[in-house]
């Protein structure tokens, strides 16, 4: 596996970089696959800056990146060849443009004002603009049990609440409640969330109804029944 993200802060200028020191661990294994290659990035987030040279050293040279300020003084920290953009990130008027501006995108990474409007705000807006088989990546999620933050244990309004929604939202293919619980447009759209300490990965992954497979023989038959049974007790 590779080690590019533990072992960056050793390598890191005089630019400060400030992350939770186990988001490197699960950066390098969630993304090894992206290392070198050329895609379409977009953070929110600059701060001091340390986590631009971060990603253009791990991003293929041909790659767009695009990180989100809302402080003016954070147009100074642009390196050549990327691109920096001052607004807020709970304005949705700020995030469409954006969108429309440099997406659609392939790997976004929200570490922003981490209060909870913004979090959910930024989410609606920009998930539109993220590719298929991208990654929407929400960083410091533990604001969400913090009152200060919007958050709070259980707090309907935090983004922990609204990922924990989202889990519904993908499996609402299998709904039996028509009316308490129908299908949501996000079921074609999520292939997958995890969480994990602070963190949550949203994957994007346009897709058509679920199939089920019987197999014999080397004979496949395939079927969505599974969607259309109701009152299902077990299948198994």
């Known amino acids: ?140 999620v533990h604001t969400s049990y913090w009152p200060g933050f919007g958050g709070g244990f259980r707090e309907p309004a935090s983004f922990i609440e609204f990922a924990k929604d989202l889990i519904d939202r993908m499996h609402s293919w299998y709904t039996e409640d028509d009316a308490g619980f129908p299908l949501h447009p996000l079921a074609r759209e999520i292939g997958g969330i995890r969480f994990h300490d602070s963190l949550v990965v949203i994957e994007k992954r346009l897709k058509e109804p679920p199939v089920s497979i019987a197999a014999r023989n080397g004979q496949v038959t395939r079927s969505r029944r599974i969607l259309e049974v109701r009152g299902r007790r077990s299948i198994f």
């Open 1 to 140: 596996m590779t080690r590019y993200f533990r072992d960056f802060p050793a390598r890191s200028g005089d630019r400060m970089l400030l992350k939770m020191e186990h988001y490197l661990e699960i950066y390098d294994e969630i993304l090894a696959g992206w290392q070198g290659r050329d895609v379409s990035f977009l953070e929110i987030g600059i701060y001091k800056g340390g986590s631009l040279p971060m990603w253009q050293g791990f991003l293929g040279p041909a790659s767009r990146l695009v990180f989100l300020d809302i402080d003016p003084a954070c147009r100074d920290l642009a390196l050549p060849g990327t691109l920096v953009e001052i607004g807020d990130q709970a304005d949705p008027a700020f995030l469409d443009r954006v969108g429309r501006d440099h997406g659609p995108f392939d790997l976004i990474v929200d570490d922003g004002g981490h209060k909870m409007h913004q979090q959910i705000t930024s989410f609606r807006h920009l998930w539109p603009r993220l590719r298929d088989r991208g990654l929407y990546i929400v960083e410091d």
